[in-house]
């Protein structure tokens, strides 16, 4: 336990330290019991609480404030075992999505949720936030690959969700738990589905000279019936940053855009594929399609992708990341309004996004001790996402609400809409003791208990 | 960007961490580096992570902590140093330098535990140092250590890591060679250019084999040996310690002593000391006097196994071994050397080399964090010795004196057969085996 205000500092910002909230207190259960123990403690004394995994969340999601208490996960990490005839794994919820990866690879599975933060990430936070990844377009997010959950709600009452041996009976409560942002409870334990490893993969690499012509790329592979593993999408900026990080992954310095494209499965027809895909890219507009020639080739392609987030630290003393879901033909006028509303405001975006599904990341590096500039940072954002909403699209992909997208829920849901979340919200922690404050606006909910 | 905070001006102006203020600015929080981080791993909180230790820093420029805080001390202070978090780290922060920064400024308010100091005393003075090597070599050839080595807790260690610093080629080549073990003499035309050797305080006392087998082996690659007799302690405790100051002045001798050389190459077989040389540039970067000649000898810098790895190197006679290489951090992660030990061992035919998991994990040696903290210091190693016995290997390789003490006393102390070497040592040996074969 964790009391002393010095060392509670370090736990009141994650992924995103835009954001600071100090919480009261910080406990790290290291067994199963003991955080059952803790929950029912805090549930006599109507304390409120805030899970937290690694800490790599990016919409301030797992910081706690006021009264709250930081329930830290991250001890509970235990591989409970794995059942490869049956392609199934119980883990604690602190177990790091990576591990359990190289785990299974033993039985030549593997676990297919692999956001970027996959080497410290958490099976628990994956769970909360319903992360994606860039494999997720073909495989499907955390949703898709948890086949049962134990959790402790609130009140100390532990409930069993899914079933990992067939369907559950009933409403589907497992699917209404994971990625509800730690609002309904905390995992004890995770039943997830692995992944058979693919018998063949390639990873292709193709730059364009404009980010439209790589989005136009990108729809009409999709258009073809191409289902690829993943198809990410990294422009100009964000091209340059990775390159100048030790990530280095010889991407073409000068391009405006590149899209990383995998495509996996039997060997049989892949190449097929692979010639399509190809084809596809040099009519959009493509210089040069290049295709890894092995697997240190390949890894080094993923690693300038998946360490792009970081490498962005280079270019600028803080950083806020944005998370929005468009439709996929709309790439092309939405990465249009974003380079606008950049020109608009005077920064520097740099877009790095699962293009495949229509899920943008866009970055905007800055100085936080510089007011003007946080001002204006401030003010993109809330253009960006307009634009994304005024597409057709969604304020999140995969990142969640936290705290960071609140005053963008009434935007996307009318009030009877936040209404129903909140009495959903009420079947699990009528309180509201777990994770307050983030998700859905507060007052939402007062007007609801209002009427 | 409702919660933003804009920083205040800078609350520690003129200390060592405020100079490096650039480096804490280019952490985005991603937390990539959690589990790359032992200290992490095997504590499981924040604050002994590279971002919370970056948190604290920050928060110690910002003022929202003072400098005397004893939470801020303790997490700083259980940091290994490994810099395993550079390797993790895609935005580049200088993880090594804050470190070095941060103890220097914290030591302002409280000097560090007087055991440190009187190691890093010693160290400091070339000839005391001598005498107390001197000293625990003549222990170590009575056999003594190796039977106190059974002691209980810290004693018991320290004697195993005495007991261990003994090369396991030694005995078994002196029973074979009727008790000579004298080496052989190695040639080479000498086209590669010279090199001087850091002889090191540890390495020359304690590994002189290393030392020898290093200049033997070079020579047999061509390289051509120089002199640097005035040379000193490299200084890396120093500076790992927060003493900038007495590193700056040991720095400041080996580079006259290196240049005085004359030689191409400074060569190091030690990977602390060699992370350090290449570092002479940014310690002495603000000395208007000395930085471009510190800067000189950082390019100068070698580690013994890049430049044999240049060379080849030249393959020898078989040698019969089942050998794991273990990376030292400041050779992986500090110097980003990973092939070149490798390439050493490979020029040597018939030893089977295995994997070692987690190989690119500290082993918890870290200068002499192994002898400020103990109890960490064993967590950490504990994994390390698990997964060497899963790899059966009867030698394990490391580049560093410090991994050859901690994991051979590991070792000894789990009762394990399996002993440390300097894979420099090993491919002596092979040559050794070859000139005697072909005289």
């Keep these: 336990m964790l009391a002393r205000s010095s060392e509670l500092a370090t736990y009141s910002s994650d992924g995103l330290p835009g954001y600071r ?117 073909k495989y499907g997010v955390t ?199 950049a020109a608009r405001w005077q920064i520097q975006v740099c877009n790095v996004f699962h293009a495949g599904d229509g899920n943008l990341h866009p970055n905007i590096g800055y100085d936080s001790r510089n007011a003007d500039e946080s001002r204006r940072v401030g003010m993109a954002m809330r253009d960006i996402m307009r634009a994304c909403i005024d597409a057709g699209g969604t304020i999140t992909g995969e990142h969640g609400i936290g705290l960071d997208k609140l005053e963008y829920m009434p935007q996307i849901f009318s009030p009877e809409s936040l209404a129903a979340q909140c009495a959903l919200r009420d079947a699990f922690d009528p309180e509201r003791r777990a994770n307050p404050g983030k998700v859905v606006p507060v007052h939402s909910c007062r007007e609801w208990r209002g009427a | ?161 005495l007991a261990s610093s003994e090369s396991p080629l030694a005995r078994a080549r002196a029973h074979a060679h009727g008790g000579s073990s004298a080496g052989y003499d190695a040639r080479g035309d000498g086209s590669r250019g010279t090199f001087a050797l850091l002889r090191g305080c540890v390495m020359e006392g304690l590994f002189t084999r290393a030392n020898r087998a290093t200049e033997r082996t070079l020579v047999a690659n061509d390289y051509r040996a120089l002199a640097a007799p005035d040379q000193h302690c490299c200084g890396a405790l120093h500076a790992h310690a927060g003493d900038l100051d007495m590193a700056r002045t040991l720095a400041r001798r080996n580079i006259a002593a290196f240049e005085k050389s004359g030689a191409e190459y400074v060569v190091t077989n030690a990977a602390g000391c060699g992370a350090l040389l290449k570092e002479y540039g940014h310690l002495l970067a603000n000395d208007a006097e000395w930085s471009a000649r510190a800067a000189d000898l950082s390019a100068r810098a070698r580690d013994v196994s890049e430049l044999l790895a240049a060379a080849g190197p030249r393959v020898g006679a078989p040698l019969d071994y089942r050998v794991t290489y273990d990376a030292p951090c400041h050779l992986q992660h500090a110097q980003r050397i990973t092939a070149a030990p490798l390439r050493v061992l490979d020029a040597i035919p018939g030893l089977e080399r295995v994997a070692l998991a987690d190989a690119d994990q500290c082993c918890g040696s870290a200068g002499i964090y192994n002898l400020l903290e103990p109890a960490l210091s064993a967590a950490v190693l504990a994994p390390k010795i698990a997964h060497i016995e899963l790899t059966g290997a009867a030698l394990v390789a490391t580049g560093n004196p410090g991994c050859l003490m901690q994991i051979g006393a590991g070792l000894q102390r789990a009762g394990h057969s399996a002993r440390t070497i300097h894979p420099v040592e090993l491919l002596d040996a092979s040559y050794e085996a070859q000139a005697r074969a072909e005289p």
Excluded at chain 1, 28 to 34: E, G, S, W
Excluded at chain 1, 104 to 122: I, K, R
Excluded at chain 2, 14 to 38: D, K, M, R, W, Y
């Design chain 1, 21 to 137: 909230l100090r919480p009261r207190l910080a406990v790290f259960p290291t067994t199963k019991q003991q955080l059952i123990d803790v929950v029912r403690l805090l549930a006599r004394e109507h304390c409120p609480f805030v899970a937290r995994g690694a800490g790599t969340g990016l919409s301030a999601g797992a910081l706690a404030s006021g009264d709250a208490v930081v329930i830290g996960l991250n001890r509970l990490n235990r591989i409970l075992r794995i059942d490869p005839a049956n392609r199934l794994a119980v883990v604690e919820p602190g177990a790091v999505n990576v591990t359990l990866t190289r785990a299974a690879g033993a039985h030549g599975l593997h676990y297919a949720p692999d956001p970027s933060s996959q080497t410290a990430c958490t099976i628990g936070g994956n769970v909360a936030e319903n992360s994606g990844g860039p494999h997720c377009l």
């Design chain 1, 143 to 341: 949703l898709n690959h948890v086949a049962a959950l134990e959790v402790i709600l609130a009140s100390g009452e532990i409930v069993a969700l899914g079933n990992a041996d067939g369907e559950a009976d009933g409403y589907d409560l497992l699917g209404a738990f994971i990625g509800s942002e730690g609002c309904f409870g905390i995992a004890l334990e995770v039943t997830v589905k692995l992944t058979p490893n693919p018998q063949g993969v390639r990873t292709l690499l193709a730059d364009f000279m404009s980010i439209d012509a790589g989005a136009r790329a990108t729809s009409a592979i999709i258009a073809a019936g191409i289902l690829p593993a993943a198809l990410e999408m990294m422009d100009g900026p964000t091209i340059r940053a990775v390159e100048a990080s030790i990530y280095a992954a010889g991407y073409p310095a000068d391009a405006d855009a590149v899209l990383l494209i995998e495509l996996d499965g039997l060997d049989a027809g892949l190449d097929a594929d692979v010639r399509l895909v190809e084809k596809h890219c040099l009519a959009a507009g493509a210089r040069t399609v290049r295709i890894a020639a092995n697997e240190d080739e390949r890894a080094r392609l993923w690693q300038g992708r998946k360490k792009a987030f970081g490498a962005m630290g280079r270019i600028a003393p803080d950083l806020v990341v944005q998370d929005a879901v468009i439709p996929r033909t709309k790439l092309p006028e939405v990465l249009r309004a974003i380079a606008a509303i």
């Design chain 2, 1 to 161: 960007m409702n919660n933003e905070l804009t920083m205040p001006a800078c609350a520690i102006p003129g200390t060592p961490l405020a100079a490096e203020s650039a480096g804490i600015n280019a952490c985005v929080h991603c937390g990539f580096c959690l589990q790359a981080c032992p200290t992490y791993i095997a504590l499981g909180d924040e604050n002994d992570s590279p971002r919370g230790r970056i948190y604290l820093m920050r928060a110690l420029m910002e003022g929202e902590l003072a400098v005397d805080d004893p939470a801020v001390h303790t997490h700083i202070d259980r940091c290994l140093g490994c810099r395993a978090c550079e390797t993790a780290c895609p935005s580049g922060v200088p993880y090594g330098a804050l470190l070095e920064a941060t103890r220097a400024t914290l030591s302002e308010v409280k000097r560090p535990p007087l055991r440190a100091r009187f190691i890093l005393a010693l160290f400091a003075r070339r000839r005391v140092m001598r005498i107390a090597v001197g000293a625990a070599r003549l222990l170590r050839s009575t056999g003594l250590p190796k039977v106190l080595s059974r002691l209980p807790g810290d004693l018991g260690f320290a004697f195993a890591m």
